[in-house]
């Protein structure tokens, strides 16, 4: 596996506007550090403990991402460092984020995860309670943390109707937050697999992983 050829693959393939985000869990630094060389600067990881140590040992210049699932009594971990957050899937959470970042004196930017899947295995909101996190009092008075885009995941299926028709899903409902909160400008679609259906979706960001770094071992 080439990673810098890969690297530079994607970067040549995906639109100005659209952001590489390099999903690197469960792979080792050297790996992360041929992608740095190719010029990669944002990695995704889905472990806090994991993306700590990397963050610890690895340059200081590279955008670390949360993609997975939180949990709120880790965010203290990565407070200091993480550039966004994808997966906030309750106001609870985003109020744990605000607290951290608040202790650090920093700004935390996050999406929220609306769930489009049919999977039950998936995380991820309603519209409808995403709007009510946006509107609500407690959001209007957190100062150390934002909400800038959401973040979907598509069911695992080869039907790439059924993927399409998902990611046009969040789609139509980031086009309608849009409107009502002008600070949304990510939209966090598309995997390995399905990349090229989330591009004609109107993705900004990418997150690749196996195609990247190669397959996972997770002995």
Known sequence: MDIAANIKKYKEELPENVKLVAISKT????DL????NAGQRIFGENKIQEMTEK???????????????????KVKYMAPYIGLIHA??????LKEINKQAKKVDRKINCLLQIKIAEEDSKFGISAEEAEEILNSEAYSKMQNTEVI???????????ENQVKTEFMK???IFKDFKEKHPSLKELSLGMSDD??????CGTTMVRIGSNIFGERNYN
Do not use: C
């Open 88 to 93: 906030v899937d309750s106001l609870k959470l």
């Open 195 to 200: 990349y090229k259906i989330a591009l004609e």
């Open 170 to 172: 969040l789609k139509s």
């Open 55 to 73: 963050w610890e040992q690895l340059p200081k210049d590279i955008e670390w991402h949360m993609v997975g699932h939180v949990q709120r009594n």
């Open 149 to 159: 885009g959401l973040m979907g995941m598509a069911t695992f299926t080869d039907d």
């Open 27 to 30: 792979k080792p630094n050297e």
């Open 33 to 36: 550090l041929e992608a740095y």
